[in-house]
């Protein structure tokens, strides 16, 4: 094997600086898109797009090595869109603000979109290169974040590569074989409003300041999630007083841990609202100790003019307090995965008196997927609710003999002294959907470090960026 140390990865970090400034929302990916094709003309490099918005920039077979087979790097363009509740920002037309606090780079108090910017860069700066290997083919995916749809609607020319190198790892120095894959279930109970009771007041009572994160990667934290704090709240709240409830808003992502939530509802004057809510806060600030340390649970007067009709009221608190949250079952094979897992995403007062409730299931195993599925719809329909699912997508099932990962591995071991982690994720990834339609298809994920994905917290590892670099491009030469 060829070593290949210290490369200077300034590319990668000009491409992301720039990739940062393009506003790219799930769903919302034109202007990205649009800023990929410019830079293939600006670098007179090939490129191919399909119906559904996916672009794939061709690098052309380095002189030499003509008998190289041919290597796809794919990344996606959207990002996760999470702000802190106080911040205004505009996803769709501003770009990230982004700054460096020691060895880590962050945005302000947005998500920062390394996941998968940093991933972008990378195969940009390959393709801007002048680093010697066979055809590369730069695969860069619309809308993963929200149902995987580039990957799903990928058209049948766009790739033509022997290994597939997905860019969206989370953690330096590990090869992820294998994946989660997931569905989401999603619930709708109709209302009716009502007057405010007489002799009533009213409350907001609000939860901020926790971690949130991604549902895959990080449901095995034991992290708080808004929805169920804020439901435990008014559950108990109705079941020791009697409460009417006005408004439930908590959780925006279907692929991230909730972080904040709120709540609108009256209560009898008489009742000693206050004495419970400080009980309530003591009981969660104790259950989250060392893990939580900023929640915020706040209650303030305020006005409201209507409630919800009893009945519905109910079925909604029972049925949030019922469904499950969290790890449901750890994987036998592979120490330390979690096979399968449910999130309670969001729950949304939305038009037409109609409240929404969007859940997420993750499984390494396809039939334990659908358990989990079936297991929250079930206790949904017992709460008079109409549910449904999105069409869902499948899981990654490792491959420990190929030959791609023995490239990978020895690659790591040869330029850095030690051999990488060998790790299946619990998180989706698109490789799934890619072996789908490409069986013959070799696959590994890689990725440099990055933290508290998909909320306000997330940051990247600037050491491990270029430890990432060295690796892709020694793997790059080694195929």
Known sequence: MEKIINLEPHLIWKYFDEITSVPRPSKHEEKIIEYLKDFAEKNSLEYRTDAIGNI??????????????????QSHVDMVCEKNEDVEFDFLNEGIKTYIAGEWVKACRTTLG?????????????????????QVEALFTVDEETGLTGAFELGENMITGRYLINLDSEDEGE????????????????????????????????????????????????????????NRFLWNADKEFGICLSVFNGGNLRNAIPREAYAEFTIDADADIKTYYERFCNIISEELYGIEENIKIQIDEISVWSVIDYGTQK??????????????????????????????????FIKDNKIEIVTSQRSSSESKKFDAMHQIESAFL????????????????????SEL???????????????????????????????????????VSIGPTMTGVHSPDEKLNIPSVAKFWNWLVAILRNI
């Open 114 to 134: 390394a996941d998968c910017g940093i991933g972008m860069a990378a195969a940009m700066a390959v393709l801007a290169s002048d680093i010697k290997c066979g």
């Open 382 to 401: 017992l709460a008079g609710a109409e549910v449904r699912h999105s069409d869902g997508y499948p899981g990654w099932k490792p491959e420990p003999s």
């Open 315 to 348: 079925r909604l608190l029972d049925s949030l307090y019922a469904v499950a949250n969290g790890v449901l079952s750890m994987s036998h094979q592979i120490s330390d995965l979690v096979e399968t897992s449910t999130n309670l995403a969001s729950v949304k």
């Open 56 to 73: 794939v920039i061709i690098k052309p077979t380095s002189e030499g090595y003509e008998s190289h087979p041919g290597i796809i790097l």
């Open 405 to 443: 990962l023995k490239i990978v591995k020895n690659t790591y071991a040869d330029v850095f002294g030690v051999p990488p982690r060998i790790k299946a994720i619990h998180a989706g990834l698109e490789c799934g959907l890619f072996l789908k339609k490409f069986p013959s298809l070799e696959m």
């Open 175 to 230: 090869v992820f074989i294998g994946c989660a894959g997931g569905i989401d279930t999603i619930a709708t109970l109709a209302y009716n409003t009502e007057g405010v009771p007489e002799g009533h007041i009213a409350y907001r009572v609000s939860v901020s300041g926790l971690s949130g994160g991604h549902s895959g990667n990080d449901i095995n934290r034991g992290l708080g999630n808004s929805n169920k704090i804020i």
